[in-house]
C-alpha cells in the first residue's frame, strides 16, 4: 500500500517537471530584452549574416509552436542545446559539474544535520538552560545572516588570519584522487588514498558550513518547537509509566513524531541549499554547477542558462519527491 | 499492600506555589478497587503520577511516603523505579487516542511493554506469543489482525482495550487508572468497565480508579475516596459512601446526579466554584461552598476522622 | 484567554465606541506590549532607526558615496593602524567612504524589501482570500499555478530572469514580487478556508450579508495578524535576496550603493583589506537581525494562543 502512495507521487512529479520546462521555456521568450541581442553583447560591428546565422542555429527563426516542439523534443532525448561559448552539448558541460556539486550540497546537508538534530533534540529536553538559550540565539543569527557574507568572514577569519583552511578550490592539484565518482572525498576513501581525503576534507569545510549555516538554523528551530509539542503529549507520559529510560522515551517515542513536520521543512529548505549553491560555489571557486550557471550568465551563454536552471528545478522537485517518500514511511496516517 | 501516607505534590508556578495534593493518604489491600472521586482539579491524576514519580515540571513531590511490598517508593532513583514502572504497577490513561504512540503499530507497542521489562531473556518471538494471548484475553478479535494495525485505525473502545492489555503485559500488582472510561460512550464504557472487573476477580489485579463520575464508582468499585483540593474528605465503602454520605461535599455530589423519573426537582448543583488551588483559603477548604459551615470552619487544619471501621471523615460536624 | 482585541464582529450601531476609537484603544494596546518584549521591541527601534537613517542619508552620511579618491583606495577603519575618523569604516578598492555607502546602500534593501513585500502581500492575500472563498476553478487555476512556481527555488529564479531581463531597479522588483506572492496567498487561502467553517460566517451569511462585505469586514480582520506577521519576517528575506542578486552582480549595479555588490567587489581583496566586504555584512545582519526580532515578537504579541510556555 506504501508502494503505490509512492508511485502516485512519482507520477503527479513528471507533468510538474513538463510544466517547469515549459515554464522556463516561455519565461524565456516573454521576458523583455532580445535574446540574439544579449547574446552577441555589445560587441560592436556584428554582420546581418552572423545574426541571422545564429538565430537559425537557436531556432530563433520558426514560429513559437515549433520551437517549443523542439525545446521538448530535445528534453527528452537529454539533448539541452548546445554551448554558445563552449560549442559543447550542455547536457555534457552540465553532467562534468554534478560531482563537485554534488559533493559540497551532500556535505552542507550533512553539517546542517550534524549540527541541528543534536541541538534541537538537547534545547527541547532542557528548555530555557544554558544549551537552549546559546543553540537559540544561533540558531537566529544563522536565519538573519547571508550564506555569502558567512562564507566570506569564514574565510577571512580561518583561511586569511588563522590559515588553518584553504581558500580556493577544491584540492590541490598535487593530491587529486584516481576518478571513481568525480567526489573526491569519496575517491579518496575508495582509492584508501588518505593525504587526498585530508586535503580535499580541508578544501570542504569552510564551504560546508557556510551553505548549511541557514538550513541548519531553520532546522534546529523546527525540530526544537516540534519536539516540545511532541513532549508534552500523553503518549510520551505513557511511555515512561511503561518503564522505559529517558533515552528511549525521547528518541524512540518522542523524536520519531517530531521528524514527521521537520522533513516537511527539511524538503522546503533544499531550494535554498540549491539555490545558495550557485553563491558559495563562486566565493569559493568551487568548479560546480552553480559557478558554471554564474559564469554563464555574464558570458551570455543562454543554452547554458537554461538548461542549468532547468536542471535545478527538475532537482528541486526529485528532492522534495525524495522527502515526500520518506515522510509518507514516517507517517502511517498518511499511506493509508 | 500499596500504603500511601501524607503524600505531598506541589506545582511551582510562576503564580505561586499550588498544593495538588496535601497531604493525602490512603490504603490500598491485593485485589480491591478502590475509587478515586473528584471534581476536575482537585489533585486525582496528579496522585496518580506521585505513586510512580512522574510528577512533570513544574511540580515536585515534597513530602510524605507511598510504600508498595514494604518499600519506599519516593525514596527511589528513576532508575530503580523504572523497575515498578509497567511491571508492578502499571497505569491506564483516560483518551487512549493520544496514550498511543501514533507511528508504532499498537502489538509493537504492547510488546515494547514486555522487552523493557524481559527480565527473563524470553525471545522475541515468545513475546509476540504473549501479546497475542494478551490481545484476546482484553476481549479484542483476530489478534493477528490487531496487531499490525496503527492507532488511528481502531475505534476509542478498542485502543482503550490495546491500553488495558499494554497495563496488564508484566501483571502488575496494581493498575492504576486515571478516567479510562471519560472519552468513550457509554456502551463502550460498560464494555470497558466489565473487562477491568473480569481482570480484577480473574488476576486478582487491584485497581485505583479515578474518575469523576459516581456512577461509574457505584458499579465498579468496593472502597471510595472522595478528594476536594487535594486533600481527602472522605472515605468508606461503596455501599457507605452512596447510601450514607457524610462530607457536605460528597452529598453534594450525589444530590447533584439527575435521577430518571424525577421530573419535577431541579437539578441540584454545589454552589461556587473550586478554589484556586495556589490561594487555598484558611481552614475547611469547602466551606465557602457549604451550607452547613460554621464560623469555626475557617480556623486551623480539619484532621480527618475516624469514625468507623475504614471510614474517615474531614468535617468539624463529625468531630468528637 | 480573553480576546484582548476588539474585533469589527463586536461592533453594534449603538455602542459607544465608534469605529476609529476601537483602532486607537487596539493600537495604544499593541504598543504597551511592544514595549513589554524586549526583543521585539528593541528589533523595532533597531528597524526605525535604518528607516530614519536611510530616509535622512544626505544629511547623515559624511561622505559623498559615488565620490572615488585613487589617492584614498583601501583605507583601514579608524580603530585599525592606518586608518582616520575621518573614514570610519575604511574605504573601498576606488577611495569611497565606506560608511557613507552603507547609509546610502540602506536605501537600496529598505526600498526593496517593503515594497517588494507591500506589492506581493497585497496581491496575495487579495487572490488569496477569494480564492479561498469561492474556491472553484478560479481557485484551482491559481493554485496549480502557485504550486508550480514553488518547485522553483528562489534564488534560481530570480537569477535566472534577472539574467533574461538584464539588472536593474525595477527589474528586480518585478521578478521578487512575480513569485513572492504564493507564500501570501497560500497563507491568505488557508486561513480563510479555515475561519470560513466557523460559525460567525454562517450567522453573516444567514443575515444577508454580502460576500464582499463578509470577506473585508468579518474575516480579513481576524486573518490580518498572521499576514502582518509573515510580512515582517519576509521584509528580512527580500533584503537577504536582493543582496545575493547584487552580489552576483544581477541586482542592483554600481555604482550605486547596494550592499551585496559592496560585499562582492571587496571579494578581491578579503586577503589584505578585510573590511570591504565585512562592514556591509555586519549592516545586512544587524538590518535582517532586527527585522527577524521584531517578526517573532510580533508573531507572539498578535497571537497569544501561539506563544508557547
Not at chain 1, 521537520?262 to 553563491?279: A, D, E, H, S, Y
Request: proline content about 5%; hydrophobic content about 45%; glycine content about 8%.
Amino acid at each position: 500500500m506504501k508502494g503505490i502512495k509512492i508511485l502516485e507521487r512519482i507520477l503527479i512529479a513528471i507533468p510538474t517537471m513538463l510544466a517547469i520546462a515549459m515554464l522556463i521555456f516561455v519565461l524565456m521568450r516573454i521576458m523583455p530584452g532580445d535574446p540574439v541581442d544579449k547574446m552577441m553583447g555589445k560587441s560592436g560591428n556584428i554582420s546581418i549574416e552572423e545574426v541571422q546565422a545564429l538565430e537559425r542555429e537557436f531556432h530563433l527563426d520558426l514560429p513559437i509552436s515549433v520551437q517549443l516542439k523542439i525545446f521538448l523534443i530535445g528534453i527528452f532525448h537529454g539533448d539541452l542545446g548546445t554551448s554558445f561559448q563552449e560549442r559543447r552539448p550542455v547536457w555534457e558541460m552540465i553532467a562534468e559539474r554534478i560531482p563537485p556539486t554534488l559533493e559540497l550540497a551532500l556535505s552542507a546537508l550533512l553539517f546542517s544535520l550534524i549540527v541541528s538534530v543534536p541541538i534541537g533534540i538537547i534545547s527541547a529536553v532542557k528548555q530555557n538552560s544554558l544549551i537552549d538559550r546559546l543553540g537559540m540565539g544561533f540558531a537566529f543569527l544563522g536565519i538573519s545572516a547571508p550564506a555569502f557574507w558567512l562564507g566570506i568572514v569564514l574565510i577571512i577569519i580561518f583561511a586569511v588570519k588563522l590559515s588553518i583552511f584553504p581558500v580556493y578550490g577544491r584540492i590541490a592539484f598535487a593530491y587529486k584522487p584516481i576518478h571513481i565518482t568525480g567526489m573526491y572525498v569519496l575517491d579518496s576513501i575508495l582509492s584508501r588514498n588518505w593525504p587526498a581525503l585530508k586535503d580535499s576534507l580541508m578544501h570542504l569545510i569552510l564551504p560546508s558550513i557556510s551553505l548549511g549555516a541557514a538550513q541548519a538554523a531553520v532546522t534546529t528551530r523546527i525540530l526544537r518547537s516540534s519536539m516540545l509539542e511532541v513532549l508534552r503529549a500523553d503518549y510520551v507520559t505513557l511511555a515512561r509509566t511503561k518503564g522505559l529510560s529517558e533515552y528511549m522515551v525521547i528518541t524512540k517515542h518522542a523524536l520519531r513524531n517530531a521528524l514527521i513536520p521537520t522533513v516537511t521543512v527539511i524538503g522546503l529548505q533544499i531550494g535554498m541549499l540549491l539555490g545558495g549553491n550557485m553563491i558559495i560555489e563562486t566565493i569559493f571557486g568551487w568548479p560546480g554547477l552553480g559557478r558554471l550557471v554564474v559564469t554563464s550568465i555574464f558570458n551570455r551563454d543562454f543554452p547554458v542558462v537554461q538548461g542549468a536552471v532547468m536542471f535545478y528545478a527538475l532537482t528541486y522537485v526529485v528532492a522534495n519527491l525524495i522527502v515526500d517518500i520518506i515522510y509518507t514511511y514516517l507517517n502511517p496516517k498518511i499511506s493509508f | 499492600m500499596l500504603k500511601i501516607h501524607n503524600l505531598c505534590t506541589n506545582f511551582f508556578t510562576y503564580r505561586g506555589i499550588v498544593k495538588a495534593v496535601d497531604g493525602l493518604s490512603l490504603e490500598l489491600k491485593e485485589g480491591e478497587v478502590l475509587g478515586l472521586v473528584g471534581e476536575s482539579g482537585c489533585g486525582k491524576s496528579v496522585t496518580l503520577l506521585s505513586i510512580l514519580g512522574l510528577v512533570p515540571y513544574p511540580g515536585k513531590i515534597t513530602g510524605g511516603e507511598v510504600w508498595f511490598e514494604g518499600e519506599n517508593l519516593l525514596k527511589k532513583t528513576s532508575k530503580e523505579m523504572r523497575y515498578f514502572r509497567g511491571n508492578k504497577i502499571s497505569m491506564i490513561f483516560q483518551d487512549p487516542m493520544t496514550t498511543l504512540n501514533p507511528v508504532f503499530r499498537v502489538g509493537e507497542q504492547i510488546r515494547e511493554s514486555l522487552s523493557v521489562h524481559n527480565y527473563k531473556k524470553i525471545s522475541k518471538k515468545t513475546e509476540k506469543e504473549k501479546v497475542l494471548k494478551l490481545i484476546k484475553d482484553v476481549g479484542l478479535p483476530s489478534p493477528e489482525q490487531i496487531y499490525q494495525q496503527y492507532p488511528h485505525q481502531l475505534s476509542g473502545g478498542m485502543q482503550q482495550r490495546i491500553l488495558i492489555a499494554i497495563a496488564l503485559s508484566c501483571n502488575p500488582k496494581v493498575i492504576l487508572a486515571d478516567e479510562p472510561t471519560t472519552a468513550l460512550d457509554v456502551t463502550v464504557q460498560a464494555q470497558i468497565l466489565d473487562l477491568l472487573r473480569k481482570i480484577n476477580s480473574d488476576i486478582g489485579t487491584a485497581i485505583i480508579m479515578v474518575t469523576h463520575d459516581l456512577g461509574v464508582v457505584a458499579e465498579f468499585c468496593q472502597k471510595v475516596a472522595v478528594m476536594y483540593a487535594g486533600k481527602i474528605v472522605e472515605t468508606g465503602s461503596v455501599d457507605q459512601i452512596i447510601f450514607e454520605p457524610k462530607h457536605p461535599y460528597t452529598k453534594g455530589l450525589l444530590k447533584s446526579i439527575p435521577k430518571i423519573g424525577d421530573k419535577k426537582t431541579k437539578i441540584q448543583s454545589i454552589p461556587g466554584d473550586v478554589p484556586d488551588l495556589a490561594a487555598l483559603p484558611l481552614g475547611c477548604s469547602f466551606h465557602s461552598r457549604c451550607d452547613k459551615a460554621m464560623s469555626d470552619c475557617q480556623k486551623g487544619e480539619i484532621p480527618l476522622q475516624v469514625i468507623g471501621e475504614g471510614r474517615q471523615v474531614r468535617c468539624l460536624l463529625y468531630n468528637r | 484567554m480573553t480576546e484582548f482585541y476588539i474585533t469589527q464582529r463586536g461592533t453594534q450601531k449603538n455602542t459607544r465606541y465608534s469605529r476609529s476609537k476601537i483602532w486607537w484603544k487596539n493600537f495604544k494596546h499593541f504598543i504597551r506590549e511592544l514595549i513589554k518584549c524586549r526583543t521585539a521591541f528593541m528589533g523595532a527601534i533597531i528597524v526605525l532607526s535604518f528607516i530614519l537613517v536611510a530616509i535622512l542619508a544626505p544629511f547623515i552620511a559624511p561622505h559623498d558615496p559615488l565620490k572615488a579618491s585613487i589617492i584614498k583606495r583601501l583605507l583601514p577603519p579608524s580603530w585599525v593602524n592606518g586608518g582616520s575618523t575621518t573614514y570610519l569604516l575604511g574605504t573601498d578598492e576606488i577611495g569611497r567612504d565606506i560608511f557613507s555607502r552603507i547609509i546610502y546602500g540602506a536605501r537600496v534593501s529598505l526600498l526593496v524589501g517593503l515594497i517588494t513585500v507591500a506589492i506581493s502581500s497585497i496581491l496575495g492575500t487579495l487572490l488569496g482570500t477569494f480564492a479561498g472563498y469561492y474556491k472553484g476553478r478560479f481557485d484551482a487555476i491559481l493554485s496549480r499555478f502557485a504550486d508550480l512556481l514553488l518547485s522553483f527555488p528562489d534564488l534560481i529564479f530570480a537569477i535566472f530572469l534577472m539574467a533574461i531581463t538584464g539588472p536593474g531597479f525595477f527589474n528586480l522588483i518585478l521578478i521578487l514580487c512575480f513569485k513572492s506572492w504564493v507564500t501570501f496567498f497560500r497563507l491568505s487561502r488557508g486561513e480563510m478556508i479555515s475561519e470560513k467553517t466557523k460559525e460567525y460566517i454562517e450567522a453573516a451569511q444567514a443575515l444577508g450579508e454580502s460576500d464582499i462585505k463578509i470577506i473585508f469586514k468579518e474575516i480579513l480582520p481576524n486573518i490580518v495578524h498572521s499576514i502582518l506577521v509573515l510580512a515582517t519576517l519576509r521584509v528580512g528575506y527580500f533584503i537577504i535576496l536582493e543582496a545575493s542578486l547584487s552580489f552576483l552582480g544581477l541586482g542592483i549595479q554600481p555604482p550605486t550603493p547596494a550592499w551585496g555588490s559592496m560585499i562582492n567587489s571587496g571579494r578581491a581583496f578579503m586577503l589584505t583589506s578585510w573590511w570591504v566586504s565585512t562592514m556591509p555584512g555586519i549592516a545586512l545582519l544587524v538590518l535582517v537581525l532586527s527585522i527577524n526580532l521584531l517578526g517573532e515578537g510580533l508573531r507572539d504579541i498578535l497571537d497569544p494562543r501561539l506563544k508557547l510556555e
